[in-house]
């Protein structure tokens, strides 16, 4: 597939592909990223696209971009819980009981 094709291809498909990130992301601006990621990794993998399969192999792409996304924003959540300092976790936990009284 040349440059030509491909660029039909990404005309095609650029309203599905930024739908399906969307749906899995909540904010627009991590969607067009995504679409944009979806469609560079579908131009550096091209020949491994099954003729006639294209909308379902970038469909895929897609989704698979979206949750590796929504995984890595789990884990940057996780992880910034556990290196809190134990002295904001107890000054947290005050403020929380504080509020109760």
């Known amino acids: ?3 030509l094709e491909f660029d039909r291809l990404v005309q095609k498909y650029q309203s ?8 899995l992301v909540a904010d627009e601006g991590y ?3 995504l679409t944009q990621e979806t469609f560079l990794s579908a131009w550096r993998s091209m020949d491994r696209c099954p003729a006639g399969y294209e909308k379902q192999w970038l469909a895929r792409i ?8 929504l995984r ?5 959540r996780v992880n910034l819980r556990a290196h809190r300092p134990a002295a904001s976790r ?7 009981w504080a509020k109760r009284s």
């Not at 897609?62 to 996304?69: E, P, V």
């Open 72 to 76: 890595s924003a789990w884990a940057r």
């Open 62 to 69: 897609a989704s698979n971009k979206a949750k590796d996304y």
């Open 90 to 96: 107890k000054r947290r936990c005050w403020k929380l």
């Open 1 to 3: 597939m040349n440059a």
């Open 31 to 33: 969607a067009q990223d």
């Open 16 to 23: 599905l592909v930024y739908t399906i990130c969307r749906q």
